[in-house]
């Protein structure tokens, strides 16, 4: 078991190195991620200024919150540039290509190949830019979270990427079956922008698509309430009860998208 | 006799295909109403093969060699029969099955674009579980075999068809599979290139004890390497045994080349077999086999001959024909 | 038989008025990437759904603290942020993306060598995904209006027929734009990524996430000396109903075009020449 361990460490190290060699032979892109990031920030901003208005309010939520709400959803967009983006997009190209039974053969699980296989150095900026936003706004809240407060709050963070994880695998993977949808992530990436505001700047009814249909809530309003150290115990439970469950829903998602490409492919 | 290596019994596949007509009525109807058609890519395919041989599966397009090796490899669930290669069952793609074997595809690649093929290397070292000094260890022995040296070094896109072939085949052995499946190896490579890769192959195999399953289309690749050749037609097996066991079955006649001093009129040689080409000085006939020793000493003391030659037809010819009749 | 001729000799040649080979090059184009993108709805449908960033923007505005200080009302801004929406949809330039493909394939070299300048083709492209897209923004508006009937609103024909035409205007505009950057091709392989930098001010200036009455003056100023708000603000504003300087606005779109339009033609020039001295 513990050798299994090393071998899948070691292959996620040797993954990760050759991605970045191939990445970084274009250094331009760091200039441009660089201003990207910088330029939706300050635009993001910018509208949540002219939201809040005179009052310094949106949606019940202090100029202060709101800012750490805006500032997890630049790190989890961060984290999807890194990793969500280059992995589970190429999903589409190996069945198009032919490449997956090559994966396939390899004696490492397949899911966590194709996962796990790209990193892109282009979205650090993004998580750099979430973080010192999330830290900028904590400091200036006033009240200090406690050990137990904190831990918490990452681990609805983590929960938060993990639902976010599911969202991507379940609509990449949906090229087995049907390669023309392959932009289906795309409007995932735009439909999450959602997240940007706190859910309770949204009506009522979207405030329920927004938890059940499209869980952009887990995603960015409820950590951020965690880390405010207003956390409320039916929402963090509920976070983490997403977040195992959609875990196990990709797995048994993959094996059954499998099952489809092994009895179908020709 | 030892256990087969890979074996194989009853084995099936068919596909279900949705019959779609072109154009915007026949989306309309599709989307309405669904039909579906039963391809059968391979029917009851029965064969055992023995640790260290080498076998090549010979058949036209879509005659399902390829289907056959990705049952064979656990890339495709058969529909019947069943499959076992190194005691475990393909399809259930177990660690220590994927650990054995190793499947090389002539039209796509594994190895990264863009980066040198060394890294590509180091990455599967990391997957199959190799030491790292094990791992160059072997790279530098395959390396020599396979006549690469600075290739290695150089991005995959900059290489030549030929070498990128090598390095594929180098990534592809890394871990020392007992099990090599192989579709297509020497597509679109030069003469020489293919020469190379065929020497690797058999050498390989003789180092190592390695049990090859090959498919081509080039005669080549079989008459130089697979002294068993399955061939699959319409997704039977039509034939499981030697080559020249194929040509005997399939051509009972034997080319019968002549060059004579004088012309002599067709009818002479009516009755010695079948004329293919009478022309001046060359005659050609067919002659089957049992006759081939009588007809040609009677050739020889009737006519004056400059020079005679005995062969079999080739056996594309051969192939080509059995699939033009049936097909 | 020397090798001269001018253009139009060669079309008289043909028997054919310039005007007439014009509609007819137009008519094939047009028909065979319509097509083309028929194939492809099912990709077109989604791209259209991933058009929804002003209707969240919708959401959030409503109710919003911002809006009652600007004097948006509800219906206003409802009426706005659909124009708007409908706006992007039409509008949509992906030019940059499969330039950039097809120069660094070198794809476009035999589209240089037939008598018909190759923008035409990308054009034509766009014009024929528009088409592809109507049924699908007007699924996407129908459920919206089933949700919040309220939203509906019959614009006048001749605030129709304005709109539309600014919203073309706007597309053109933005296909210039995008032009521009798209020639940088032929000296970058990273062009694209430029475009996405441009998206940026797009995104907060033109009106799509914001309307420019909620801009401090001083912003609204500055943005208004862009290209951008003639590409989504004005012509939403002319669908929703809204009092705008509509000769202004037309004016403006125009001269941006002017400005533009000459710009690309030389930096296309250019690009080619790159492009063959480089080894096509």
New interface residues.
């Given amino acids: 078991m513990a050798?299994r361990l090393r071998?899948y460490g070691?292959?996620l190290?040797?993954?990760w190195?050759?991605s970045l060699?191939?990445e970084l032979?274009?250094q331009?892109?760091l200039v441009?991620e660089l201003?990207?990031v910088l330029?939706?920030l300050a635009?993001s901003l910018?509208?949540l200024v002219?939201?809040?208005?005179?009052?310094?309010?949106?949606?019940g939520w202090s100029w202060n919150s709101a800012l750490v709400v805006l500032g997890i959803y630049t790190l989890l967009d961060g984290f999807t540039s890194c990793v969500l983006q280059p992995n589970l997009s190429k999903i589409v190209s190996h069945v198009q290509?032919?490449?997956l039974?090559?994966v396939?053969?390899?004696?490492?699980d397949s899911q966590f190949w194709l996962s796990t296989r790209s990193f892109s150095p282009w979205g650090l900026p993004g998580v750099i830019a979430g973080l010192a936003l999330i830290g900028w706004a904590l400091v200036h809240n006033g009240e200090a979270l406690s050990a137990g407060g904190m831990a918490l709050a990452v681990a609805l963070l983590v929960a938060g990427g993990l639902i976010l994880y599911s969202l991507w695998f379940l609509l990449a993977g949906l090229s087995i079956w049907?390669v023309?949808?392959?932009?289906?992530t795309?409007?995932l990436?735009?439909?999450l922008?959602?997240g940007r505001?706190p859910i309770s700047?949204?009506?009522p009814?979207?405030r329920l698509v927004f938890t059940l249909v499209l869980p952009v809530a887990f995603l960015t309003t409820v950590p951020a309430e965690a880390l405010l150290g207003r956390a409320s115990a039916a929402w963090a439970l509920g976070s983490l009860a997403a977040a195992a469950i959609s875990l196990v829903g990709t797995r048994l998602f993959w094996q059954f998208a499998l099952?489809h490409y092994?009895?179908?492919?020709? | 006799m030892s256990q087969p290596i890979v074996h194989a019994e009853g084995l099936s596949k068919s596909f279900r295909v949705a019959d779609k007509q072109p154009g915007l009525a026949g989306t309309m109807r599709h989307l309405l109403r669904r039909s579906y058609r039963e391809v059968e890519a391979v029917r009851d395919l029965r064969f055992a093969i023995q640790p260290g041989e080498i076998v090549g599966f010979l058949g036209p397009n879509g005659a399902g060699k390829t289907t056959t090796l990705k049952m064979l490899s656990g890339l495709i669930h058969p529909s019947a029969g069943r499959v076992e290669v190194a005691g475990c069952l393909p399809q259930r793609r177990q660690e220590r099955f994927l650990q054995q074997i190793t499947l090389v595809m002539g039209n796509r690649q594994q190895l990264i674009w863009d980066l040198p093929p060394l890294d590509s290397l180091r990455v599967n070292a990391a997957v199959y579980g190799i030491d790292p000094t094990e791992a160059k260890r072997r790279i530098h022995e395959l390396a020599e075999m396979l006549e690469l040296g600075e290739e290695l070094q150089r991005p995959v896109r900059k290489l030549s068809l030929g070498q990128r072939m090598k390095a594929e085949l180098l990534a592809a052995l890394l871990h020392q599979p007992s099990v090599l499946f192989l579709d297509e190896p020497t597509l679109g490579l030069d003469v020489n290139a293919q020469a190379r890769v065929r020497d690797f192959l058999a050498d390989y195999n003789r180092r190592t004890g390695a049990t090859v399953l090959l498919t081509s289309h080039y005669m080549g690749d079989i008459t130089a390497l697979c002294e068993r050749v399955l061939l699959i037609h319409q997704g039977r097996l039509f034939h499981d045994g030697s080559l020249d066991a194929l040509t005997s079955r399939l051509a009972p006649c034997r080319e019968v080349r002549l060059e004579l001093r004088q012309v002599h009129p067709r009818e002479a040689f009516e009755g010695f077999g079948t004329i293919e080409v009478h022309q001046g000085h060359q005659v050609r006939l067919v002659i089957p086999r049992e006759q081939l020793t009588q007809q040609v000493g009677l050739l020889l003391s009737r006519f004056e001959v400059v020079d005679l030659e005995v062969s079999d037809p080739p056996i594309e010819e051969l192939i080509g024909g059995l699939f033009r009749q049936q097909g | 038989m020397a090798c001269s001729g001018s253009r139009a000799e060669m079309a008289h040649r043909n028997g054919l008025k310039p005007v007439q080979r014009a509609l007819r090059i137009a008519a094939a184009l047009l028909s065979s990437q319509y097509a083309y993108m028929l194939e492809y709805r099912a990709e077109i449908a989604l791209w259209a759904l991933s058009g929804v960033l002003p209707l969240i923007m919708l959401a959030v505005w409503q109710g919003s603290a911002g809006a009652a200080a600007a004097g948006l009302n509800p219906q206003g801004l409802g009426r706005y942020f659909l124009a708007a929406f409908v706006v992007r949809q039409f509008s949509v330039v992906w030019l940059i993306h499969v330039f950039e493909e097809d120069a660094l394939q070198g794809k476009l070299s035999p589209q240089l060598l037939q008598p018909l300048q190759p923008l035409w083709r990308y054009l034509a492209a766009h014009v024929a995904e528009q088409a592809t897209r109507v049924p699908f923004v007007a699924l996407m508006l129908a459920a919206v209006l089933v949700l919040k009937p309220g939203l509906l609103w019959l614009p006048s024909a001749g605030q129709l027929l304005l709109g539309i035409v600014a919203i073309q205007a706007a597309f053109v505009l933005r296909f210039l734009l995008q032009t521009l950057v798209a020639m940088l091709c032929f000296w970058s392989e990273r062009a694209a990524a430029l475009d996405r930098l441009l998206l940026i001010p797009y995104l907060f200036l033109s009106g799509l996430v914001a309307p420019l009455e909620s801009f401090p003056p001083a912003v609204r100023r500055l943005a208004e000396c862009t290209p951008f708000p003639a590409m989504v603000s004005f012509p939403a504003k002319l669908l929703a109903g809204e009092s705008v300087d509509v000769a202004g606005g037309f004016l403006n779109l125009a001269l941006w075009c002017a400005v533009l339009f000459p710009l690309s033609r030389l930096l296309w020039q250019a690009g080619v020449r790159r492009y063959s001295a480089m080894g096509a």
Avoid: H, M
Wanted: hydrophobic content about 45%.
């Fill in positions: 050798q071998r070691r292959t190290l040797s993954f190195a050759t060699e191939a032979e274009y331009l892109n441009i201003l990207a330029g939706n635009g910018f509208v002219l939201l809040a208005g005179p009052s310094g309010q949106l949606g290509n032919g490449t039974d090559f396939l053969l390899k004696p490492i049907f023309k949808v392959w932009n289906a795309e409007v990436r735009y439909t922008v959602a505001y700047a949204y009506p009814a979207l099952r092994t009895s179908a492919s020709s």
